[in-house]
């Protein structure tokens, strides 16, 4: 990788190009690349877009980015280090997280998850056995992880993060963990 991709968070699009993580200790550098990209992006989609249509635009970012994974598995069969280090791959997580964030600052949802919290306790209880067979049986490039494993992953956090900002007892909790 040249040395400016890592000053200009960069060397993910030079990994995906060429197909290999780079220099050792720098190949994880992709994870910050990623989180640099969308910072810088998600203030231009907050502000472009009307509030109205803001929970619109986040979910459908949030479905194109197994839609770009699949094409990319189709399509570049043999990159696939780039579904796994560009920016669209995490996608699904942050704008999911950037979703529930929205609606749960909304007073109707957020009552509406309150009063439904035992819905959310189900959820994550399908979502972490699904994780448990993720771990045993993914690879970070394989076909189970690109076309739904990183979007299970996705909405266990979020639902984590509905269930911590809905639930009384996890928010105590949490923050009496936090505390130490």
């Given at each position: ?34 989180e640099e990209q ?89 979502l972490t056995l ?11 490039t394989g076909i ?37």
């Amino acid at each position: 990788m040249p040395w400016y991709s890592y000053v200009t968070f960069t060397s993910n699009l030079w990994m995906a190009r060429a197909n290999v993580f780079g220099a050792g200790a720098l190949g994880i550098t992709w994870s910050l690349c990623v989180e640099e990209q969308f910072y810088l992006t998600l203030p231009f989609v907050v502000r472009f877009v009307r509030p109205g249509h803001l929970l619109y635009v986040l979910g459908i970012a949030a479905v194109a980015a197994p839609i770009f994974r699949i094409a990319g598995l189709i399509l570049y069969p043999h990159s696939r280090l780039a579904l796994y280090v560009l920016l669209p791959r995490a996608w699904t997580l942050s704008f999911w997280a950037c979703r529930s964030a929205y609606l749960l600052r909304r007073q109707d949802a957020s009552r509406f998850f309150r009063v439904h919290r035992r819905w959310l306790w189900g959820l994550l209880a399908v979502l972490t056995l699904g994780l448990g067979v993720l771990t045993i049986k993914a690879i970070i490039t394989g076909i189970p992880m690109v076309t739904a494993g990183y979007d299970w992953i996705s909405l266990f956090y979020a639902t984590m993060l509905a269930l911590v900002l809905v639930d009384p007892g996890v928010g105590s909790a949490v923050r009496c963990a936090a505390r130490g």
